[in-house]
């Protein structure tokens, strides 16, 4: 058998089989996972991905900077799945552990964050890397419009974006999500509430009332912020505007 044809174990054989990985198979399969030449080579290539992305963001960044006179991003940061996270999705959707799979499958293995300060600046930088003739938009999820549930707020979007390796050009799925500095803190703390262990359902559910009024709480202050922001900017204009009638 090929090494790009295993990266292990395949697919579930029964629907009511568990959808999580116990954790002796998935230290094996990290291992596996983490030997393969292919599995390196496709890391490498998501990486690679993820380059590309971000200088686009940083070029628009600095762009907006000299025209605009502020940086509408504060901060970008990215990642490519850990080993263990691929393999439990592939598990899930029930695809073989293959290179293949995971490429013609998975759309988030590359992942990069922008953080904005305001949401106006999500949905121009969003616009702006759509706008790119060599940049493919694939999905947008617009969880600022419409939240999730449980309160979670981003705009995210899938897209494909060409990397020139020595073979030739690969196109490459890179999931970026936009989200402003306070959607941002709520997600971290939810993300790291959510893996405690050892709570009981009760509790469980009363934390997550609490986490959802607090989603709120600062969506509301996301729009203040917004609208204290357009109310200075048309200040400014109003003495620019002023100070160029004084001059004629």
């Keep these: 058998m090929k090494e790009q044809d295993i990266l292990l174990p395949s697919l579930r054989e029964k629907e009511n089989e568990v959808t999580v990985l116990d954790e002796d198979i998935m230290e094996k399969l990290k291992i596996v996972m983490m030997q393969s ?3 390196q080579e496709m890391m490498m290539m998501y990486k690679c991905a ?4 971000r200088t686009k ?4 960044n600095d762009e907006m900077s000299v025209r605009y006179h502020r940086n509408p991003i504060s901060s970008i940061s990215s990642r490519v799945k850990k080993p263990e996270s691929i393999a439990q999705k592939l598990y899930k959707k029930g695809l073989p552990f293959t290179v293949e799979a995971i490429m013609s499958n998975l759309s988030d293995v590359a992942g990069v964050r922008i953080i904005c300060e ?3 600046d999500i949905y121009t930088i969003a616009a702006m ?3 790119q003739d060599d940049l493919k938009l694939i999905k947008i999820k617009d969880y600022i419009k419409y939240p999730k549930p449980n309160g979670y707020r981003s705009y995210h979007m899938i897209v494909e974006i060409p990397v020139f390796f020595s073979k030739g ?3 490459m799925r890179v999931e970026i999500q936009i989200r402003t500095m306070a959607m ?3 997600a971290s703390l939810d993300h790291e509430l959510k893996y405690k262990k050892n709570i009981d359902q009760e509790d469980e559910e009363l934390i997550a009332a609490e986490l959802l009024a607090c989603a709120e709480r600062i969506a ?7 609208q204290i922001r357009m109310k200075l900017d048309s200040v400014a204009e109003s003495r620019q505007k002023e100070d160029i009638v004084i001059e004629e």
């Design 129 to 131: 890397l759509a706008m």
């Design 50 to 53: 993820i380059r590309e992305v």
């Design 220 to 226: 509301e202050t996301d729009t203040v912020m917004q």
């Design 169 to 171: 050009k690969t196109p």
């Design 37 to 39: 030449q292919h599995f």
């Design 184 to 186: 941002d803190f709520w």
């Design 57 to 60: 963001a940083e070029v628009l």
């Design 118 to 120: 305001f949401i106006d």
